[in-house]
């Protein structure tokens, strides 16, 4: 594993931990934004700016409607 996974892990854990603790419980949600083409290099996964921006752009959509 990589720093990045370590750091990755260790946010969502940790906000689970607080969560669970927590005495006004509200839910954690947790996504992985990959890296973009210039930054991974030709092997590592990864996602282009414009696709990234509307993938999170329906996700905050659909997280705003299922909550109203």
């Known amino acids: 594993e990589d720093a990045g996974v370590y750091l990755c892990n260790h946010a969502l ?15 954690v949600g947790f996504l992985h934004v990959p890296s973009l083409p210039e930054q991974a290099g030709a092997s590592g996964p990864s996602l ?10 329906i996700i905050l959509e659909t997280l705003r409607s299922e909550h109203l």
């Open 48 to 57: 282009r700016g414009e696709e990234t921006a509307l993938a999170l752009r």
């Open 13 to 27: 854990y940790r906000s689970l931990l607080r969560e669970r603790e927590s005495e006004r419980p509200r839910g």
